[in-house]
DNA sequence: GGCAGCAATTTGAACGATCAAACTCTGCGT
DNA sequence: ACGCAGAGTTTGATCGTTCAAATTGCTGCC
């Protein structure tokens, strides 16, 4: 191909100069409408586009955000945020930032690799993702002073009135809630399959459940096994043979919804089983499932880390209960 | 954070002068030994990296490859594009390389986001995946002068002597037989579950089957369902009453085989079925399947785009026999 | 007529890196 | 003593854009 058009090559096309086909790009109000007009004309016969290296260059930002392509462990579940990713990546569009991929095995592997892309000045922000308690990535990247935002919340003392960073997280108490409202129209014992005790994420889930139940003066047993199919499997099983009666289940994930299934197919049983997390198993499977909306998470992230409208990463001050989002999921009923 | 060191900090910091500091970094080999050592420390002293984007304008280069993240459309087979684009990340990191993603919803906007992002010098290269017959990708890009590779064959008419572009498959009869000679393990009639004909990739996993199958001097049915779990296995029921009797099954692909599953498990009948893609749910619901091997595509595709050990875009000549590459799956046995 | 005031446009400089050409220094042969 | 080769290092120019300051052209007012 030939050269690609410069904004001196546009200006002389249109009799102008430099600038102003600058300003007819960035400032257009500026410019009086006829030469904008020829400018635009100019741009359009030579097919001109802006040099993006050029433009980070002076403007000293990249536009750009950087978020890490978890390694695939197999198992259920990384589907969630491959949706999130894609979603997010549609919205970044839409506010013309870039999403810039990385690939890391570790924690430290990725806070490696965001220093790279910080300090290099390719990314002006970066989204990291599940989160933990004292999670090492936060003071390390306020010490950078690499603007950041988390999916998945800080699981502190108290995270919300307290916020120690950006975060949009998902209400998955009020997913199990939802869940187990609908369970219980089956019958007046709904039981939890959940992970062991200790894992934010699972506790918060659990509690929907336990909430519900106990709200609506129902009863219900709980069921613990790590979050891998086989593991449910045997848990469940275990779990039906010491004489576990239910009327339906809810559980912490769509891995420990599968196992269940199969184990309450093995014991010649048919319940309902509700999952979590909606993957593509649940609706292969056709069993209930709690959405988790990547959608919506996606949407505000961008808003807490570019404001609602804006196109340059302008974080959200970090105040008292403006500085997370709590996304409310959606129960699937199939 | 203070601003970032530029190569004249280093060299006044290390009493040289700015280039002296970029032949360090870029070839170290002219550059006296004591020099270099000092230049070295002053690098480490201050933190310094190069700014991407300073580099990038004066390399006219941007050394980074765009890759589009497809729409989630539910189902099961995202995940084996998915498991690719984290190899990709991976192994382009390691040459230097990043990956930036974009979205899109339809080829025409693919097209236009790609366009966008090779005319403003954002990526020296693209990925594009899922190629069909006459697709119409390969024309626009090639007239853009874009460099480009595809997961994904042509399906061309010749596509191994007459290369149209660069390419790296998955050889999906191979995969197939190799499925079948398991599944003759478990009796002589072995039957094949696949997509209506006219898909390439259909076409080519089928046909791995039929060679299996008649070497053997063995026989089996054919089976079509279009590639979702509950046509699967609506067909697969329709299938069984017509009085289809069969040793073991190979299916096209997980989503089938999850279909077929399900159809003997309501016609209370038990028999080895093996998928194709080795996803999530295959291992969660324990069923052999033939795995594509993404780790080895990224591997191959990178070779293609820019030789065996470079680090720069370099697109291997269009000749025949040499612009592609086909990777032999392989059976994963549950 | 002359000039202030303003809008529209132009020119010079800068962002941080690398290439190409110029320069310095040492060692060696004559 | 002089010139030359070559290694090692420095200086000037450049990539394409945008900011800041300077310039031009016009209107209205005294």
């Not at 709690?290 to 998470?297: A, F, Y």
Request: charged share 25%.
């Amino acid at each position: 191909m030939a050269k690609a058009p410069t904004v001196e090559d546009v200006a002389a096309h249109a009799g102008v100069s430099r600038q102003t086909v600058s300003n007819v790009l960035n400032t257009p109000d500026i410019v009086r409408p006829a030469t904008k007009q020829r400018v635009l004309e100019a741009i359009d016969a030579l097919g001109y586009r802006r040099h993006a290296a050029a433009r980070r260059l002076r403007l000293r930002r990249s536009s750009t955000i950087g978020i890490r392509l978890d390694p695939y462990v197999g198992g259920i579940s990384g589907v969630v945020l491959d949706r999130f990713v894609h979603a997010i990546t549609e919205h970044a569009s839409e506010r013309g930032m870039r999403m810039l991929v990385y690939a890391a095995r570790s924690t430290e592997e990725e806070l490696a690799r965001l220093s790279e892309l910080w300090e290099g000045s390719e990314i002006d922000a970066a989204i990291i993702t599940g989160t933990f308690r004292d999670d090492p990535r936060v003071g390390h990247l306020d010490a950078e002073g690499l603007p950041f935002i988390s999916f998945g919340r800080p699981w502190g003392d108290d995270d919300i009135a307290d916020p120690l960073h950006l975060w949009v997280d998902v209400d998955g108490a009020s997913g199990t809630r939802a869940a187990t409202a609908h369970a219980l129209g089956f019958g007046g014992h709904v039981s939890f399959f959940g992970w062991p005790p200790g894992s934010g994420t699972g506790d918060d889930r659990e509690r929907g459940w336990r909430e519900a139940v106990s709200a609506a003066g129902a009863r219900g047993g709980r069921v613990i096994a790590e979050d891998s199919v086989p593991q449910a499997r045997a848990s469940m099983a275990a779990a039906l043979d010491d004489g576990l009666v239910t009327d339906a289940l809810v559980c912490a994930s769509d891995s420990l919804a599968v196992g269940a299934l199969l184990a309450l197919g093995d014991a010649r049983l048919d319940l309902p089983v509700i999952g979590f997390d909606n993957t593509p198993t649940a609706e292969a499977l056709g069993f209930s499932s709690v959405e988790q909306r990547p959608e919506d998470v996606a949407t505000a992230v961008l808003e807490l880390l570019m404001g609602p409208t804006g196109d340059v990463v302008a974080p959200r001050r970090l105040e008292s209960g403006s500085a997370h989002a709590l996304i409310t999921p959606e129960l699937i009923v199939r």
